[in-house]
């Protein structure tokens, strides 16, 4: 096996990671289940099904867009372990997802679901390089106005990343809006309560439960959703489709990988203020019509909540590579 070289200044560094004390701003947006498991065709279930042996299928009708304070990201293995840490804001967006593999020719689903991450922006380059080449997660460099975002009253919060607006030669590569939270109307306040469970399965009800599960009119998954929701693991997994370009073929690497979190130390969450969220459209960045909502309009979020807690990231796993 060919080691990699490691320099100073490389901020490729590999997991694991701890994260303590990090707060967490959660709203949950409605999506198109259709939308949602074109992304998981699209970057989950590549190759074959007969050669990867799974298959990834989407099973809500919302996303969770979520901003996260990091005032302490740590190297957990020296030697990075003694290099120091980092501090980041980052935004993204995840939904629920089950695995389904492949035996005898029939396909059977996995104990408990899995996040998948379609869209994530941090404020650390280090975190996006880190991020994007050794781990899979597909992080983009943004701006959080204001900064830090805890403690903003009243909640009102611009993300912004490089965009081309629209597509021509004349189009130059520059900042614009893709998240805007605003405060919305105090009457609104009634209409959400305050979320039930631990993150990040907050607000996973058993009513809620049944009515997701009910897409697949599968007992059997949901059954297991209640299993989780009633003796929720001490970790959760994400899993990413990780690619790198090769020279001068076109040619890549390209692998579907998974990685563990573990959080602890969750405190109860907190009911967040009345806001809209608006999230925009541009030629370069289409996150409303990838998860299916309307772009530009003020949305009222179904759950809005915080929540503090301390979280690690174990070593990842490639589970398919193809070819």
Known sequence: MIQFIQR????????????????????????????LQ??????????????RGFEYRAFTDFVDMEIVTYPKMMFDEPPFSNWGFARQQEIYFRFYVWKFNLF??????ELFPEFFFPFMFVDNPWSMTSGRNVIGFPKVMAKFEPTPVLGVDPLRITVSAMVMKTHSPQTMLD?????????????????????????????????????LTSEF??????????????????????????????????????????????????NAPELLPPVTITVNKYASLDIPGSLGFPAGHPISPSLRYQVSLDMSMSHGENIFVNG
């Open 8 to 35: 100073n200044d490389n901020p490729e560094i590999p997991p694991p990671y701890k994260f303590p004390g990090i707060t967490i701003m959660s709203f949950q947006l409605p999506a198109k289940l259709a939308n």
């Open 38 to 51: 074109d992304l998981c065709d699209q970057m989950l279930n590549i190759g074959s099904l007969s050669d």
């Open 104 to 109: 005898g020719g029939l396909l059977f689903p």
């Open 175 to 211: 900042w614009a809006p893709i998240v805007e939270i605003k405060p919305g109307a105090a009457a609104m306040a009634a209409q959400v309560q305050a979320p039930q469970g631990s993150w990040p399965w907050a607000g996973m009800g058993p009513g809620k439960a049944a009515a």
């Open 217 to 266: 009119s599968d007992p059997y998954l949901e059954a297991n959703l209640q299993t989780l929701l009633g003796d929720i693991p001490g970790l959760f997994t994400t899993v990413q489709l990780k690619q790198f370009r090769d020279l001068p073929t076109n040619a890549c690497f390209q692998a579907v990988v998974t990685t563990r979190f573990t959080p602890e130390n969750v």
